[in-house]
């Protein structure tokens, strides 16, 4: 009698290679990727391209308290802000930078801020902020390798641009809440930019894979999103 024996079908694996979907692991991490990134953009320039609103539901800070929630509160919840902050962490981390880059940015940004509460104009603010973040984050991606002048001169004039925007949160506040603004301003992007860095600097594994370059081409998407919205918006 002969003996029977079973056939199942071949079983799906996402191990680097698979031989269902004849794609290797890298090139899934790419193709997977980049539909993800042309969601985002999908996404975002659907979207009204004003991101940053400060935690008083569009009112001008009027205590001490309510400036420093503010302040603490605008560049996580805009998320051009918040996109730059985590390009600069990542920038500094992987290039072993300096990590008083995020303090250049930070006092860059102070500056930007006293910039527009003395009425001094700088023409598409929204839009140069959104192409600082497409810099940055194309040359996350692209492991460009520039000079330590370089991405100073770029940070600082990222911060100049970003705290100029900042600065239309507390115009015409007074000088409690303005400077509560100004600490937590200071304390949470200087807080997410060092930690950020830290963390990608003392994980050696992260750092060589292509993680950074993915959040470069991420970090890159949305500054373009919004660039664009900014253009359809005009």
């Known amino acids: 009698m002969a003996e029977f024996t079973p056939r199942f079908p071949p079983q799906l694996s996402f191990h680097t290679e698979n031989p269902c979907l004849g794609l290797k692991g890298d090139t899934m991490t790419r193709y997977f990727s980049r539909l993800a990134l042309l969601f985002l953009l999908t996404m975002l320039t659907g979207a009204n391209p004003v991101w940053a609103h400060h935690l008083m539901g569009g009112t001008t800070p009027a205590t001490f308290l309510e400036g420093l929630l503010s302040g603490l509160g605008h560049p996580i919840i805009g998320l051009d802000h918040f996109a730059f902050l985590i390009a600069l962490g990542v920038a500094v981390g992987i290039g072993g930078l300096n990590l008083l880059m995020p303090a250049l940015f930070v006092g860059m940004s102070a500056i930007g801020v006293a910039l527009h509460l003395n009425g001094i104009t700088v023409p598409a603010a929204e839009f140069l902020v959104a192409s600082s973040l497409f810099v940055v984050g194309v040359m996350i991606a692209r492991e460009a390798r520039q000079t330590l002048s370089v991405w100073a001169g770029l940070f600082a004039l990222a911060g ?30 200087t807080f997410l930019a060092i930690a950020i860095a830290v963390v990608v600097r003392t994980r050696t594994a992260f750092a060589a894979s292509l993680i950074p370059r993915l959040a470069g081409a991420t970090i890159a998407g949305i500054g373009l999103a919004v660039m664009t919205g900014q253009l359809l918006s005009a």
């Open 160 to 189: 100049l641009l970003h705290g100029y925007t900042y600065g239309e949160s507390i115009f015409g506040a007074e000088s409690s809440p303005l400077w509560a603004y100004l600490i937590g301003l200071a304390v949470i992007q």
